[in-house]
């Protein structure tokens, strides 16, 4: 059962739609504009409440967004473990590090 009166005045809802900015840590995408979002909006004082629809379409969203970072972080690892020197056998760098050295 959906609740089709408003809570605060008991008006009636009609379906509108608006402009939603979802806001995240992804640094490309702190702010994502999600344009049209349904909402139902009281005809009386204007409180707006968002239908469940609506509600998981922008989870979906940040879903989309979570996941993006973490591919991001995964990438920027990566990098990170190919810039790493040979930190697993410092000995062996050393002892080439020496025969260099020696010629
Ligand atoms: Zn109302």
């Known amino acids: 059962m959906t609740k089709t009166k408003c809570k605060y005045c008991g008006?009636?809802?009609k379906t509108s739609s608006k402009e939603y900015t979802l806001r995240s840590r992804h640094l490309d995408k702190a702010e994502?504009?999600?344009?049209?979002l349904i909402v139902k909006e009281c005809?009386?004082?204007g409180h707006s409440e968002m239908p469940e629809d609506s509600e998981r379409y922008i989870e979906?969203?940040?879903q989309k967004i979570r996941k993006e970072m973490e591919t991001q972080r995964n990438a920027a690892k990566v990098v990170v473990f190919e810039d790493?020197?040979?930190v697993e056998n410092p000995l062996k760098n050393?002892?080439?590090f020496f025969r260099k050295l020696i010629g």
Request: with cysteine.
């Open 11 to 13: 008006g009636s809802f």
């Open 84 to 86: 790493t020197p040979d």
């Open 43 to 45: 005809k009386i004082c």
């Open 60 to 62: 979906v969203i940040r």
């Open 32 to 36: 994502t504009t999600i344009e049209n």
């Open 94 to 96: 050393i002892k080439d």
